[in-house]
């Protein structure tokens, strides 16, 4: 075990000995409407060709719906901030996008501009390698960095987990490292690598984290009852292109 990790395989077993053992996963039903369920979501384009047009399509979409917020890379930040003020709907933006192993320092510097621009939300990639040498120090600091910089301005912060790279042991440890860091959501996924949210790891992610933080399942939510399905396993927050059509009653084919 790698000198700077943080929390033990006994401690990190234990919980996943409690979370298998339990009747918690997936066991409830949610009668919610799509009217309803458009608090839930983060109304998300993300695409790097996404043009001015289709960014002012998302704004205009988030407004009708009401939904939770737009997310968009941090260059739409300003744009979309400017089209949505004086709405409740917030400004999501995207930092270390999709990767995760840019510089700590950048990640820092990301998020401070984007929030000057107008983000309300953070959404931020861990560094997996990071994770996985279990070099907890590295993350803990670079999440801790980050909520700093964010509860500066009262924004929120939601940490990227890319969950389809990791463990479950590894998706444990990341959950309980930003608790450490006083984060506010953890998130599965982006949408960009080989796996989005599902139920399981929806379930453990709350079960790891408790009422310490939210949830926030992305990737892969196509439908009204692919909503449904993951606020049952205990997300409080949906990423998805798909907001539209879920409020339509309609399926989607996207992959976010």
């Not at 943080?6 to 990190?12: A, H």
């Not at 964010?150 to 890319?162: G, P, Q, R």
């Amino acid at each position: 075990m790698n000198s700077t990790a943080i929390f033990s395989e006994q401690e990190i077993n234990h919980l996943l000995t409690q979370f298998n053992s339990s009747e918690i996963k997936n066991k409830n039903s949610v009668e919610l409407s799509a009217a309803n369920i458009a608090s839930y979501i983060d109304h998300t384009l993300l695409k790097p060709e996404a043009s001015m047009d289709e960014i002012k399509i998302l704004c205009e979409e988030a407004l009708q719906f009401n939904f939770a917020s737009v997310c968009v890379n941090s260059s739409n930040t300003e744009f979309c901030f400017d089209l949505l003020k004086g709405s409740n709907v917030k400004v999501c933006t995207v930092i270390g996008f999709p990767l995760g192993s840019t510089l700590s320092s950048v990640k820092v510097f990301e998020a401070e501009e984007a929030i000057k621009a107008g983000a309300e939300e953070i959404d931020m990639v861990i560094n997996s390698g990071k994770l996985k040498e279990q070099e907890d120090e590295y993350e803990l600091h670079e999440i801790q960095d980050i909520v700093l910089v964010a509860k500066k301005y009262n924004s929120i912060v939601k940490v990227i987990l890319e969950t389809c790279l990791l463990t479950d042991e590894e998706k444990v440890r990341a959950c309980l490292l930003c608790k450490k860091a006083k984060a506010d959501f953890v998130k599965t996924s982006t949408g960009f690598s080989k796996g989005g949210a599902t139920l399981h790891d929806v379930a453990l992610m709350k079960f790891v984290v408790g009422d310490s933080l939210k949830v926030k399942a992305s990737g892969g939510i196509r439908s009204l009852e692919d909503a449904k399905a993951m606020i049952a396993a205990g997300a409080d927050r949906l990423g998805t292109s798909s907001g539209v059509k879920i409020m339509q009653g309609i399926s989607s084919n996207s992959n976010y």
